[in-house]
């Protein structure tokens, strides 16, 4: 009994409330519709992409006030950098909770980065989840992960033809990339089914007719 009790209190989830801008919230929950998890798992699958992400945690380094030392590589702080606390304070956009739960690895972590940054838990957690979404590919890389377990090989590659013709005419400078796909297929397709898979294969079925 004692045993069981121990290992309940090994694997308890933290619960964390970060407050977010409005947009990255409805970002937050668009990407659990498109991929039919829960929002809570999104956000958790984004605090530890950032955490092991070399690219994110360089990007946040830069406002490191103590040093990091986290996956083997050590990040140096400067007491003299201004604290992202204060940073975050005068943002006067609309923000609301999101609720996640995480590991005690990742909140661990999540405790070190908000060390080293000088601002509470919940912050550090807000920033992370910031930072992956706006300065990191990691809606590309997630839509076409979700795509290839939910399309077969032809699909995959009706929609790089797709992709590569949209990029070749688009008057426009951005590249149209995979999460702009999915999210663009997700605005069009209004068929009452939350088979996003089904959804995207009826929309190349209609597109290859009007070729």
């Not at 409005?22 to 668009?30: A, G, S």
């Not at 979700?146 to 590569?164: A, G, M, P, S, T």
């Not at 796909?181 to 929309?203: H, R, Y």
Request: net charge neutral; aromatic share 8%; with cysteine.
């Amino acid at each position: 009994m004692i045993e069981q009790e121990r290992k309940v209190r090994k694997d308890k989830k933290v619960d964390i409330k970060p407050t977010i801008s409005v947009d990255l919230k409805e970002c937050i929950y668009r990407l659990s519709y498109i991929t039919n998890k829960p929002v809570k798992d999104v956000a958790l699958h984004i605090c530890d992409y950032a955490l092991h992400s070399k690219e994110i945690m360089e990007i946040l380094s830069e406002s490191f006030r103590r040093n990091l030392t986290i996956h083997n590589t050590l990040y140096m702080g400067d007491l003299n950098r201004t604290s992202l606390a204060k940073v975050k304070k005068k943002e006067d956009y609309p923000k609301e909770r999101i609720s996640l739960r995480v590991s005690k690895t990742t909140y661990e972590n999540i405790c070190k980065l908000n060390y080293a940054l000088d601002v509470t838990p919940t912050m550090a957690t807000a920033i992370l989840l910031e930072t992956c979404l706006l300065y990191s590919d990691y809606v590309n890389e997630n839509a076409r992960s979700y795509l290839e377990q939910n399309l077969d090989l032809k699909r995959i590659k009706e929609l790089e033809k797709v992709i590569k013709y949209v990029n070749e005419h688009n008057p426009y400078e951005e590249e149209v990339s995979w999460g702009a796909l999915l999210s663009f297929l997700m605005d069009e397709i209004k068929t009452g089914t939350t088979n996003v898979a089904q959804l995207i294969n009826d929309w190349l079925d209609s597109y290859k007719k009007l070729k």
